[in-house]
Structures are given as C-alpha cells and as structure tokens.
C-alpha cells in the first residue's frame, strides 16, 4: 500500500534543519553539512486543510479482534509465541531494560561538534541544515536546547513507550476490540489477530528569520500475524510554529508545551486512523446557552461569568452519507457525545458518553483564563463503536487545520481550531 507521507502538507520556503533519526534499539547516526529545502509557499500551507488518509476499511477492522500495540518500528522478522491470555510483561514493567542505547549521537551546525549519551529508546540523531537569517550561535542553542532535554527519558514526552501506552488508552475504549500494549521483548500471544506498530519516525525543524516550525512525526504498520501482511501504513505529523526566543524562553516552557500537545494527537490520531473513526458528512457548532455570551456575534468565541458553564452545540448529518447503510438512518437520539476542555497546555477536563448536544462543566475552570473546547459524536454500529470528527471551526468537515499551528503561543496546533472560551475575572 503506498502512503502519502506529510499529510500532504508543503512546507514551503523554509530552509530544513532537520533532526533526524532511525528509532530503534540500535542507531546508526551521522552529523552532514548544510542543506536547504525548497517547497511551496506556507501561507498557502496553512489555508489548505491536511489530506489525511481516510482510515482503514470497516472489513479489515472486523477482522481484527485482538490487538497488540508495541512501540517503536515494525522489525524486519516477528517471533510470535505464547497465549492471549498469558500474563506478560507490560509496558511499564521492562522497556527500558535494554534499550540504552550506549551511544553517542553527533549534533553538529557549522564547525561545532559534540556527543550527548542516548540513554532512551527512541532518539532523534544529529540534526542537520542550512541556517538562515540567524546567526549561527542563536540556532546552536535552539539545537542544544531541544537535543538536551530530549534526552531526560524521565520527563520526556516523546517517545515510543509513551507513544504506544497513548494509543492503547485510545482503543481500549472499543468494545469488540482486545488491546494490549506491551514490550518489544515480550512474547506475542498466539492467537493474537494483528500486531499495531507505533513510533515515533522523526522531528524536523524550520528556521527562516525568526520563525521555527517544529514537527514531529508518527509511523503506524498493522501487521496481520496469520500470514504477515501489512494491511494498514501511515504517518501521523504534528506542527507548530513559533519564535526561536519564544521556544526557548522560560527553561523551554513553550517546547514542553508543544512536546505534550504532540504526543497527545498523534497517539489519538493513530487510534483514530486504524480502528475507531467513520468520515461522515457532519456539521458540527457551538450552540447559544445562557451561560456564555457570544463576542460580537461568533458562535466559536464565547465568554463566561461562571466557572462552570454549560456547553452547548448543534450537530447535522446531511443527506447523501453513503458510509454505510447504518449512516443513511443514523438516529440522533441515540447519539452520545465526548466532550473536551483544554487550557494552553493541556487536557484540563473530560466527559464520556453525554446523552445530549449540551453539558454542563462538573469541575471548576479558573477565572480570568482562556480554554479551548470541543465535542465528538459516538456512533454505535452493531455492537461496535465508532466516532466522528472533533468539533472544529473550518470548511467542510469542520477538520480545519487539525495538526498545523499558525503560532504556538496563541494556540497549540490541535486546538487552535476548537471554540475559544474565556472564564471572566470574578467569575463564580
């Protein structure tokens, strides 16, 4: 199967400096010389909405019953041994023995060299390019200081382990689907349907002037254990974009930021893509509720005098949905909703299997704060279920720009696009 890689997505105009890796239980890095990437126009990149592949068909997810989630790529040879329901070693319980690395990895720009031990799984190796418009001290320390903090396994986001454990969390919601995550090391049980590789592939970054677009991307191979096939490959991408000063400011506070919002939708994007999402035709908004005053009319921008206000919304399946003959007759009322609140840093609040097109927040928010919100609506397709689209504001399918931010500091990428909300100062 050939995958569009990127999204399809250009990055236009931006010289390339990539840190680039082969994430693996054994690395074979290099430090190159400068190089520039041409492409495209990014203003034209962020108006165009992602073509993500649509996910994979409904007869090949019936046909997958069990499921282990391991990190990291998909290995030239499986060894597959052992039973279903035999305990085996978790996640948590041994990935990281083994896996240091016991290397140096090269991180050069411009004549300055040094080796940083990779005591992680997953590692992106030396990152290369052409700079422009900085000086080179400026993008040597925007280097470091990304290189070095990706090397704290401890406190670091982004790699494969965390990767694998998010996707796992995503579909252990389905119920026909048996999922395990466990270690590379570990016995696959034997009548396990399929093996879902996740990992992280790599993080590019694109410096012109004084702008950095960090994005980091996902590779995903569903492989069939009856007869070895690959029936499912993709490659999930992530971005957002910001000021060199403003990436590294405050201990790097921003690229943290970025480095959770990053894991979060690629581990969601992944169970989206292989197992949980149906692509109807949908029109999905914020609806009016006494609780939140509208700012000059815009139904996506509402402010609140309450910590606890009620959020409503409106959601239309237009004629002509051909997904399945379910889609045609889907009815409303036995709709159930997830329902998400962000601050600018992360998931702040969650509510599962909201019975109508409204809810009212359970848990205080913080007054004088902004918040990002969305909902999704759950389908229930013969005993399976499935979901829709995020609420977002853009065109079509309300998919907007999904992974791409225009600025980091005014909104992550994958909410940039989600209804604005600001809890007034003295709110109660």
């Given at each position: 199967?050939k ?7 250009p ?5 390339r400096l990539?840190?680039s890796?082969?994430f ?6 290099h430090?190159g010389?400068?190089a520039?990437a041409?492409?495209g126009?990014?203003a034209?990149?962020?108006q165009?909405a ?10 090949m997810?019936?046909a ?6 391991l990190?990291?790529?998909?290995p030239?040879s ?12 978790g996640l948590?319980?041994?990935?990281q023995?083994g896996?240091?690395i016991?290397?140096?990895v090269?991180t050069?720009?411009g004549?300055v060299s040094m080796?940083?031990p990779?005591?992680?799984?997953t590692?992106?190796g ?6 422009a418009?900085k ?8 280097r470091?200081?990304l ?8 406190s ?6 965390a990767l694998a454990s998010?996707?796992f ?5 389905l119920?026909?689907?048996?999922a395990?995550?466990?270690?590379p ?5 034997e009548?396990?349907?399929a093996i879902?590789?996740v990992?992280l ?6 410096v012109?002037?004084d ?6 991307s ?6 069939r254990?009856s007869d070895g ?20 400011k405050?201990?790097?506070a921003?690229?943290h ?9 690629l581990?969601r994007e992944i169970a989206?893509?292989v ?5 109807l035709?949908q029109?999905?908004?914020?609806a009016?509720?006494?609780s939140i005053?509208?700012?000059k009319k ?5 402010v609140s005098?309450?910590?606890t206000?009620?959020?409503s919304?409106e959601?239309?399946?237009p004629?002509?949905n051909?997904?399945?003959a379910w ?9 159930v ?5 962000y601050?600018s840093?992360?998931?702040v609040?969650?509510a ?6 409204r809810?009212?927040?359970?848990e205080?928010?913080?007054a004088?704060?902004?918040y990002?919100?969305?909902v999704?609506?759950?389908?229930n397709?013969g ?11 853009g ?9 791409v931010?225009?600025?980091?500091s005014?909104a992550p990428a ?12 003295g709110s109660?």
């Open positions: 199967m995958i569009e890689k990127r999204n399809g997505v990055v236009a105009n931006w010289r990539a840190i890796g082969c693996a239980a054994a690395l074979s890095l430090s010389s400068a520039v041409e492409a126009d990014l034209n990149a962020e165009a992602p073509t993500t592949p649509a996910h994979m068909s409904e007869a997810r019936a997958v019953r069990k499921v282990v989630v990190p990291g790529g998909t030239a499986q060894a597959t041994t052992g039973s279903f329901e035999k305990q085996t070693a948590y319980g041994g990935a023995a896996s240091s016991g290397q140096g090269g050069e720009v004549p080796r940083i990779i005591p992680i799984l590692y992106p030396a990152l290369i390019g052409g700079i418009g000086t080179q001290r400026e993008i040597q320390a925007f470091d200081a290189t070095e903090d990706l090397a704290r396994a401890a670091q986001p982004l790699t494969n382990d998010d996707v969390w995503g579909l252990r919601r119920p026909n689907l048996d395990k995550v466990m270690t090391s570990a016995p696959i049980p009548d396990t349907d879902l590789y990992g592939s790599d993080i590019t970054i694109d012109q002037d702008d950095a677009v960090i994005t980091t996902a590779s995903v191979t569903l492989w254990k096939e690959h029936i499912f490959e993709d490659e999930v991408t992530y971005q957002d974009r910001d000021t060199l000063k403003n990436w590294t405050n201990d790097k921003l690229w930021e970025y480095a959770n919002f990053a894991r979060h939708y581990g989206a893509r197992f949980d999402r149906v692509e035709r029109e999905l908004k914020p009016a509720d006494k005053k509208r700012i815009n139904d996506w921008h509402g005098r309450t910590v206000p009620t959020l919304w959601l239309e399946l004629a002509g051909n997904y399945g889609a045609s007759g889907a009815d409303k009322a036995e709709i909703y997830d329902v998400e609140i601050d840093r992360r998931l609040y969650s599962r299997q909201v019975r109508e097109p809810h009212t927040v359970e205080a928010l913080d004088c704060k902004d990002r919100w969305s999704r609506p759950s389908y397709i005993g399976d279920v499935r979901f829709g689209e995020w609420m977002r504001r065109s079509g399918t309300n998919r907007g720009q999904a992974n931010g225009r600025q980091a005014e994958y909410t940039q696009d989600f209804a604005l909300l600001n809890i007034k100062c109660r």
